[in-house]
Structures are given as C-alpha cells and as structure tokens.
T-cell receptor
Framework: GAVVSQHPSRVICKSGTSVKIECRSL??????MFWYRQFPKQSLMLMATSNEGSKATYEQGVEKDKFLINHASLTLSTLTVTSAHPEDSSFYIC??????????????FGNGTRLTVT | AQTVTQSQPEMSVQEAETVTLSCTYDTSESDYYLFWYKQPPSRQMILVIR??????QNATENRFSVNFQKAAKSFSLKISDSQLGDAAMYFC??????????FGKGTKLTVNP
C-alpha cells in the first residue's frame, strides 16, 4: 500500500491566491521530508528539505517566502505556494525518508500534485 | 557539486528483449549511494534498484540489474525480458548518506509489442 500520501493530486487556482499541498507519511515517522518540482519532460529538482520542528532548508534560487514549508509533526509536511502565478504551474512531489533509516534508505515518494495557475 | 548525467533522452526496446540505460555521475566522494527510479505516466516515483558504492557486487532485482563501475563513475541499468509495463521515464540518482538526492534528466523508455 501507499507509504506517502500527497494531497491534493490536482489543483487549479487563480493568479494571486495561495495553495497548500500536504504530504503525509503513513507507515513511519519522518524527521525529514523533501519537496521537489518537476516541469514537463524534465527531471525532479529539489526545492527544499523539510525538517520536523525546525526551519526548512531551501535550495539556491528557491524563494522561501513564496514557498512556505511547515513540518509540524513527524508525519506531516505542508508546502504553501503563496501569491501563485502562472509560472508556478508545475508538478510538485514530496518524498519521505524514515527517521531511523540509514544513509542508503530509499526515499518514498508521494503521487505528486499538479498545480495549474490561471 | 555532484552531477548525474543520463546521455540517452529516449530509448526503445522490443518486448522480451534486453535494454541498457546509461548513467554517469561526478563526485569526489568514495562513500555514496546510487538509485534508479521509474516514473510511469501516473507520475508516481518507484524505486527500481539501489547500489551502495562500497559494495563491489552489482545489485540485482529480478529482471533489473546494474553494472556499477566505480572507477569510471558509471551506473547503467539493464532490463531483461522487457515488458510493456516497463515503459516509463527512468531516473538515475545519487546521494551521500543523509544528503539530498540528485537526479539525472531521465531516459524515456518505450517498449514495443
């Protein structure tokens, strides 16, 4: 069964509004969750690393005030796209690593969220 | 910075045949992990196989195997007895311990009946 639940799977919003995407670890505690963005026919680009109980670590070039990440519990991280614009339209995927997992623990991915900003 | 290169944007294979997807990476580290992920049209990322750099033996998972050449920094994926359900994007990925996963640009695999 699914290890990671990501919601919603699709969302359409108007320019200027905010959208929240949830990522839940269903089977284990996850101190670390990752948020990726994938443009059509391209690879996954890491946006930020979400750490439970502390601030997220953002990759270079990713606006932390635009992509708000909250990791309030060991099973839930949220990504909020604030004041969305059409160029934010993309596929967003979260991934989870077991808290007790070693360095070679694979990441478990959510099903992704297709965001369309009109 | 670590980079992962997949030189084949697209590959095709006949059903039941064997295909090899290429991946090279650049790192100055000696201890790391390599992965192949599959992304079918559903966009779900599925782990296919993984390899620890300290292990000389090539990883194998049923019809999937890798050819890991550490000195050459090469990590190719071989799919034997290809099935229609193998059609997908395949991403090679690298990471060190608890650090982030770095993906290649992917190879689109088509399986012809």
């Amino acid at each position: 069964g699914a290890v990671v639940s990501q919601h919603p799977s699709r969302v359409i919003c108007k320019s200027g509004t905010s959208v929240k995407i949830e990522c839940r670890s269903l089977d284990f505690q996850a101190t670390t969750m990752f948020w990726y963005r994938q443009f059509p026919k391209q690879s996954l680009m890491l946006m930020a690393t979400s750490n439970e109980g502390s601030k997220a670590t953002y990759e270079q070039g990713v606006e932390k005030d635009k992509f708000l990440i909250n990791h309030a519990s060991l099973t839930l991280s949220t990504l909020t796209v604030t004041s969305a614009h059409p160029e934010d339209s993309s596929f967003y995927i979260c991934s989870v690593r077991k808290a007790e997992g070693g360095g070679n623990s694979p990441l478990h991915f959510g099903n992704g969220t297709r965001l369309t900003v009109t | 910075a670590q980079t992962v290169t997949q030189s084949q944007p697209e590959m095709s294979v006949q059903e039941a045949e064997t295909v090899t997807l290429s991946c090279t990476y650049d790192t100055s580290e000696s201890d790391y992990y390599l992965f192949w992920y599959k992304q079918p049209p559903s966009r779900q990322m599925i782990l296919v196989i993984r390899q620890e750099a300290y292990k000389q033996q090539n990883a194998t998972e049923n019809r999937f195997s890798v050819n890991f050449q550490k000195a050459a920094k090469s990590f190719s994926l071989k799919i034997s007895d290809s099935q229609l359900g193998d059609a997908a994007m395949y991403f090679c990925a690298y990471k060190r311990s608890a650090e982030k996963l770095v993906f290649g640009k992917g190879t689109k695999l088509t399986v012809n009946p």
